[in-house]
T-cell receptor, first 112, second 115 residues
């Protein structure tokens, strides 16, 4: 069964303290892996799509990487405004409905 | 550009009542989706539509129905609401292509409480 596991569930960082979030996945052929950011009371906001092992994407202080079994979201010198829940999702090859399998997220808090 | 709009923002509903959650997108995406998000369970797919005129069941479809009369609108109906349908509901859309992964874009959500 296709599934996604994110760790840690929660992470507290001091401003400027770099770290990484993990997304492990099991899928019968990966069509794409997606990272989203979700603020309280809001819908998920799309960040990155990764398609194949070795691929990397960057946006400001965020960098997403992909291997055959997991993805990392690296946060460099985070700021308080980076506080949010980060969601990982995968889409399986062969799926005709485009379904995303979501992990439960990592709740990131960055304090000044 | 509005993207995806959902209405209402929130609703308190008596059990047994009928309710329709509205979703409209202006991106001309072919595919649309309804998810529910519950604490500890993450986002789960309720129903989907890959193109106007077609719909399909997701992971948790029981008690819900959808229609897709045109490209832009994808309403979700609860025929007879039950307390277990208390959740936050998100509509999403994507330019779905079978050949590569397609990111989905989400609306702001509807917070529904069934008493």
């Amino acid at each position: 069964e296709d599934q996604v596991t994110q760790s840690p569930e929660a992470l507290r960082l001091q401003e400027g303290e770099s770290s990484s979030l993990n997304c492990s996945y099991t899928v019968s052929g990966l069509r794409g892996l997606f990272w989203y950011r979700q603020d309280p009371g809001k819908g998920p906001e799309f960040l990155f799509t990764l398609y194949s092992a070795g691929e990397e994407k960057e946006k400001e202080r965020l960098k997403a990487t992909l291997t055959k079994k997991e993805s990392f979201l690296h946060i460099t010198a985070p700021k308080p405004e980076d506080s949010a829940t980060y969601l990982c999702a995968v889409q399986a090859r062969g799926s005709t409905l485009g379904r995303l399998y979501f992990g439960r997220g990592t709740q990131l808090t960055v304090w000044p | 550009i509005a993207g995806i709009t959902q209405a209402p923002t929130s609703q308190i509903l008596a059990a047994g009542r009928r309710m329709t959650l509205r979703c409209t997108q202006d991106m001309r995406h072919n595919a649309m989706y309804w998810y529910r998000q519950d604490l500890g369970l993450g986002l789960r797919l309720i129903h989907y539509s890959n193109t106007a005129g077609t719909t399909g069941k997701g992971e948790v479809p029981d008690g819900y129905s959808v229609s897709r009369a045109n490209t832009d609108d994808f309403p979700l109906t609860l025929a007879s609401a039950v307390p277990s349908q208390t959740s936050v509901y998100f509509c999403a859309s994507s330019d779905f292509n079978l050949n590569r992964g397609n990111e989905q874009f989400f609306g702001p959500g509807t917070r529904l409480t069934v008493l």
